[in-house]
């Protein structure tokens, strides 16, 4: 058995963000899917990477997924990766162990080393988009909360990012963060998420000012490329430290944990080189006591599926990103059983491969066929 064809499909959200598919079909018939991150004006590098590597899949087993992997990143990227590529990558893997585990007749996870829990934690997210003053996020909070989930995240910082922001600006944020809390009581996790914009300094003094609100967790407040600075926030500050969204490679990944400079992480299955790179990057964070959250910022379909057949099998799981926004879309491509979210958890999928399949022509009819909505860069740079 070996591949046959490598279809992407980029599909449009009717948002900023697009989807990113492979749907990798063998020469006897089997398929799997995969996808790839994706972020606004970068859709079609990472589309380019996954046709260009799609040329290498063809005639290859699919159970080579380990050398594929180590063979585009030696002799495709030659030591020089960028996201685009990482996500790219991820696509392919996912769908290698989609066919493997189809042809096994078994879940991924059960490949991987068997489950852990029966059931996958989640938090959301997607439920503050254009909510922007205090009282419109508390309401948004409430809503959240009444669906059953246990923990949501969002960003109370103001766009555009910048490193240094201004005291009213970082007023309005605590401000955010307080009236959320007011809104769901203390039995409720609030993640925070700061997206990588801020000095360690800033940084510092927000994350002391949020303390009393009990955030679950302080993600990405500075630079994630910086892990001294990072570092530096985490012995200064008393809320858990997250990074790793924007990290790829098990090598900036040993930073952090050289560094100490995080207690829990978030790579992501979509951009972190796949299933198997994101367990080998949390089997490296347990000797040094590091948790593990998946992120996800992807659908609610493939990339979820992919996340929730590694947070199965990593004894050192947290919890994992929910885009609650992305749902109506997820379910209209979907073919055959969805996941179902059920007091902020998603039982484990109990089919063969990734537990879930695409429908090509609902794919179809959601293609991005054109340029999407430009969003506005300032023009000046002394705005940054």
């Not at 909510?131 to 009444?146: D, F, I, S, W, Y």
């Not at 059983?337 to 109990?350: A, G, K, M």
Request: net charge negative; proline share 5%.
């Amino acid at each position: 058995m070996n591949v046959a064809t490598v279809t992407p499909f980029l599909v449009d959200t009717g948002g900023s963000k697009s989807w990113l598919f492979v749907k990798v079909e063998t020469d006897d018939g089997l398929v799997g899917w995969g996808e790839a991150y994706t972020q606004q004006d970068r859709d079609a590098a990472m589309l380019a990477h996954l046709t260009e590597m799609g040329r290498f899949l063809v005639g290859r087993s699919p159970f080579a997924i380990k050398h594929f992997t180590t063979v585009m990143y030696l002799d495709y990227a030659l030591r020089r990766p960028a996201m685009d590529f990482w996500s790219a990558l991820s696509a392919l893997e996912q769908a290698l162990w989609d066919i493997v585990g189809k042809a096994c007749g078994q879940p991924v996870y059960n490949l991987l080393g068997g489950p852990c829990r029966e059931r996958i934690r989640l938090y959301a997210n997607g439920w503050s988009d254009s909510a922007n003053q205090p009282e419109q996020l508390a309401e948004r909070a409430c809503e959240v909360v009444r669906r059953g989930f246990s923990g949501m995240k969002f960003d109370p910082f103001t766009n555009p990012w910048r490193t240094h922001i201004g005291r009213s600006q970082e007023d309005l944020a605590v401000e955010r963060v307080k009236a959320v809390r007011e809104a769901v009581g203390p039995g409720i996790e609030i993640l925070i998420e700061v997206h990588r914009r801020l000095s360690p300094n800033e940084a510092i003094r927000v994350a002391n000012r949020l303390e009393e609100f009990a955030p679950f967790w302080y993600e990405e407040p500075i630079d994630a490329e910086d892990m001294e600075g990072l570092a530096e926030v985490r012995r200064r500050i008393n809320l858990p430290v997250v990074t790793g969204e924007a990290l790829y490679s098990k090598s900036q990944f040993a930073q952090v944990f050289a560094q100490r400079a995080a207690d829990i992480l978030n790579p992501d299955v979509c951009n972190c080189g796949g299933i198997l790179a994101l367990k080998e990057i949390a089997a490296a964070a347990e000797p040094w006591h590091v948790a593990v959250a998946p992120h996800n910022y992807n659908s609610t379909t493939v990339g979820l599926a992919s996340t929730l057949q590694v947070a199965a099998c990593i004894p050192n799981f947290l919890i994992a990103e929910y885009f609650v926004n992305f749902e109506d879309l997820g379910a209209a491509i979907t073919s055959g059983p969805r996941f179902e979210v059920q007091d902020s958890h998603i039982r484990l999928p109990t089919a063969p491969g990734l537990g879930l399949n695409l429908d090509e022509t609902a794919l179809q009819r959601h293609i991005l066929r054109g340029p999407r909505r430009e969003r506005h860069i300032r023009q000046f740079a002394e705005e940054c």
